[in-house]
């Protein structure tokens, strides 16, 4: 019976690979890609690039990435470019895709309400290549220790003509916590600069 449950488990971990390595990401709104790639460029600039691959294999992303078709791809070609631009490119499409699908799979900011079948999709997704936890791109930009501005304006909101005709399903969904409402103000931080230049959200908050 052990070897019969043994065979059954390995075909259904074939399964969910098969599932994995043939997603389709296109249902992420773009406005919300744009966002997310523009966060992920901006923490980098600042930051550099480099670590950008250990932040997604300490996120145990891993095995994701290697199992998705394009991602595998993407990951190929970003390891073995010459150019520095490409293989940076590379992982933030990586990075920007898995982001977005972890900000649409919670109730990050309302969109999961704006969005609610696209939401849908995103958290099967996550159940489904069972990740733990199940959004550790956002621990990393969003809810960094000590990093935390003093700006009011939530720049990863969903974009204002769908805020105007779904303000309700946001005002009913949109968490009141004050991590959210720090990550938001993070956010704003790195992707609205002072004086045009980049400067660390830590020495916003403390000036």
Not at 45 to 59: F, N, Q, R, S, V
Not at 87 to 116: C, D, H, K, M
Not at 170 to 181: D, I, M
């Amino acid at each position: 019976m052990d070897v019969v449950a043994e065979g059954a488990n390995d075909a259904s971990d074939a399964a969910v690979a098969d599932k994995v390595e043939n997603l389709d990401f296109s249902f992420l709104p773009n406005s919300l890609t744009a966002q997310c790639q523009s966060l992920i460029e901006s923490y980098h600039e600042l930051h550099g690039y480099t670590c950008l691959p250990d932040i997604l294999w300490k996120a145990r992303l891993g095995p994701f990435i290697e199992t998705h078709r394009e991602f595998r791809l993407l990951l190929r070609k970003a390891s073995t470019t010459r150019s520095a631009k490409k293989s940076n490119q590379g992982f933030v499409r990586i990075a920007t895709t898995l982001l977005s699908l972890e900000i649409l799979a919670s109730s990050f900011a309302g969109w999961s309400a704006i969005y609610p079948q696209a939401a849908s999709r995103a958290q099967a997704i996550l159940k489904r290549t069972a990740r733990s936890p199940n959004t550790p791109l956002m621990e990393f930009y969003l809810y960094p220790p000590k990093y935390i501005s003093s700006a009011a304006i939530a720049t990863l909101a969903p974009p204002a003509s769908r805020q105007a005709s779904e303000a309700e399903l946001y005002r009913s969904s949109a968490p009141q916590l004050a991590g959210e409402k720090m990550a938001l103000n993070y956010v704003n931080a790195i992707q609205h600069p002072r004086d045009g230049k980049l400067h660390h959200p830590a020495a916003a908050s403390s000036a």
